[in-house]
């Protein structure tokens, strides 16, 4: 079984700030990690993913996260925030087994930018 | 390529009726799951398809059923529903076992 916690269910920061959203994880084998974004009255876009390999993964618009396994965390993390970043974030979790598709969310955080 | 499309956006039913939600899925790609987000509980699977068959079901009562078809298309049908079964209905498609899954915009059903 897996499972996903968010911390911080808003987070607030000034236009240019660092942005730092907080996941962590638990899981019975390696997962798969994953960042989405969501904007009001839209599906869920993909901003990165970890699978294997480097721990330090880079998305789109800016954002990055750092897998790090010996604190069950991935990160997100942006230097510089955007006053079009303003969204809710999910982290999820699915399992790497081959023919599990099912992704375990996070309850979300909602990402508020101050101008 | 175009991307997941769902159908309708936007549904308003009166409790007791059924419903039936439609998903295309990015061309090419097998796998279909199917979430439903509300406030209260976030997002929650429901179920996955796989080359018409079901391979993985979430916790959800037996008025939460699926199918897909040879093209990949797939459905979600909820029967008597009850007002808690108001909300964003999605649908994500995937190519292979373990990729990335892409989002459609959802479903947006509202029971009164």
């Known amino acids: 079984a897996q499972s996903v916690t968010q911390l911080g269910s808003h987070v607030s920061v000034s236009e240019g700030a660092l942005v730092l959203l907080r996941c962590n994880y638990s899981?019975?084998?390696?997962?798969?990690l994953f960042w989405y974004v969501q904007y009001p009255n839209q599906g869920l876009q993909l901003l990165l993913k970890?699978?294997?390999?480097?721990?330090l993964v880079k998305g789109i618009n800016g954002f990055e996260a750092e897998f790090k396994k010996s604190e069950t965390s991935f990160h997100l993390t942006k230097p510089s925030a955007h006053m079009s970043d303003a969204a809710e974030y999910f982290c999820?979790?699915?399992?790497?087994?081959?023919?599990?598709?099912?992704?375990?969310f996070g309850t979300g955080t909602r990402l508020t930018i101050i101008p | 390529k175009a991307g997941v499309t769902q159908t309708p956006r936007y549904l308003i039913k009166t409790r007791g009726q059924q419903v039936t939600l439609s998903c295309s899925p990015i061309?090419?790609?097998?796998?279909v799951s199917w979430y439903q987000q509300t406030p209260g509980q976030g997002l929650q699977f429901l179920f996955e398809?796989?080359?018409?068959?079901?391979?993985n079901k979430g916790n959800f009562p037996g008025r939460f059923s699926g199918r897909q078809f040879s093209n990949s298309r797939s459905e979600m049908n909820v029967s008597t529903l009850e007002l808690g079964d108001s909300a964003l209905y999605l649908c994500?498609?995937?190519?292979?076992?373990?990729?990335?899954?892409?989002f459609g915009p959802g479903t947006r059903l509202t029971v009164t």
């Open positions: 994500a498609s995937s190519l292979a076992d373990g990729g990335e899954q892409y």
């Open positions: 899981s019975s084998v390696p997962p798969y």
């Open positions: 970890y699978t294997t390999g480097a721990t």
């Open positions: 999820a979790v699915s399992l790497t087994n081959f023919g599990n598709e099912k992704l375990t």
């Open positions: 061309s090419g790609h097998r796998s």
């Open positions: 398809y796989f080359s018409e068959t079901q391979r």
